[in-house]
């Protein structure tokens, strides 16, 4: 299998296009280190992020072996950091290949993914984003980190195994909730400090507004949703996702007071977005981002059947609420946009 062999030949020359060249447009990788990337933008990215964390990287050993249009690669990489620590990286990688002979799906199996993410060492000058599928505050941070295109090491934790509650964590975060990074010796949780603090340090393009006209309505709408929507939001999602049957019936006050809020304030949105293409202006800012994965929930709660004696009436967004769909389809479009995550939004 040549392209194997070229394509990580490429790829320690540092040939970022070489090795692009040789995947599919549409290429999945899966790799511990991020979540799923899918097409070659995102793969570059990536790549680019890692080669730039490390001075030298070599392989000391591989062995590829194939079998029809796929391949396993078993590797020993000697690897240098930026900041000159030397290691070495054992893994697999499994290659499959289209009918072109492209490759369109790598998965990498490295040594010790599986140690806990908080126990891991922190690599000094590496940006650490810890994140838990389906957290819409982890989301808005790698919507950000995306759109900037700053390179990360992803720490995804399971919640259902309490993670998030181990005291590594908690030196990072420690309410014990996600989203949480750390950068260098710089912990920091809470959601939007963190995109005020990615914003400041990586300022292009600028997310919190220019003007002082632009970051007061970027902050009003930030508000806004926090003080309204994301919390009528969190009831509702109790609610239907708890699958407790009095609170699904609506019986509940609080919970029919949030259906109540939740309409109101996509009425709002909806109006809002008849003016302008994003939520604060022209412009995307952060507000899109932080307002963005609470309504994939709110589409996703009201898909669910459970959902239907609260009478949602969110879907299908196009129809109820065609500029904020019009608004969402924007978004998807992002260069850096994961069609992929986390990967039960998508049942929505
Ligand atoms: N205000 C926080 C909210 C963070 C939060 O509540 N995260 C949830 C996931 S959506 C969490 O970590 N839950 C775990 C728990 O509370 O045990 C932010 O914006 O970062």
Not at 235 to 261: C, K, N, Y
């Amino acid at each position: 299998m040549k392209i194997i062999h070229a394509s990580q030949d490429a790829l320690v020359a540092r040939d970022v296009d070489a090795y692009l060249a040789m995947l599919s447009d549409d290429v999945v990788v899966s790799d511990p280190s991020t979540p799923r990337l899918v097409g070659r933008d995102a793969v570059r990215r990536h790549v680019e992020g890692l080669l730039a964390s490390f001075s030298e990287i070599e392989f000391l050993d591989r062995k590829v072996f194939s079998l029809g249009l796929g391949a396993a690669m078993r590797f020993t990489l000697r690897t240098r950091t930026a900041d000159g620590r030397d290691g070495t990286l054992d893994g697999v990688d499994v290659f499959e290949l289209n009918e072109q002979r492209k490759i369109a799906k790598i998965t990498s199996y490295l040594d010790a993914p599986g140690a806990s993410a908080a126990a891991s060492a922190p690599q000094a000058g590496a940006l650490e984003v810890y994140w838990a599928s389906g957290s819409p505050p982890a989301w808005r941070v790698l919507l950000l980190l995306a759109v900037k295109g700053v390179p990360y090491t992803s720490k995804l934790l399971q919640l259902s195994r309490e993670e998030h509650t181990a005291p590594a964590y908690l030196e990072v975060s420690p309410r014990g909730k996600v989203p949480a990074i750390r950068d260098g010796a710089f912990c920091l949780h809470e959601s939007l400090a963190i995109m005020a603090y990615l914003d400041r340090k990586h300022p292009s393009p600028p997310l919190f507004g220019e003007s002082a006209e632009e970051a007061g309505a970027i902050a009003r709408v930030i508000a806004e949703h926090e003080n309204y929507l994301y919390p009528a939001l969190g009831q509702i999602a109790r609610a239907v996702f708890s699958g407790d049957p009095t609170a699904l019936a609506g019986e509940e006050p609080a919970v029919r007071a949030a259906v109540a809020t939740l309409h109101e304030e996509l009425a709002r949105i909806e109006a809002s977005l008849a003016l302008r293409d994003y939520l604060a202006g022209p412009r995307l800012s952060a507000a899109d981002l932080t307002v963005y994965p609470s309504i994939q929930l709110a589409v996703r709660a009201a898909t669910r059947p459970a959902a239907a004696p609260l009478d949602l009436a969110v879907t299908p967004l196009a129809a109820r609420y065609p500029k904020l769909a019009a608004w969402g389809a924007r978004i998807e479009a992002l260069p850096g946009y994961d069609a992929t995550y986390p990967p039960h939004w998508r049942a929505a």
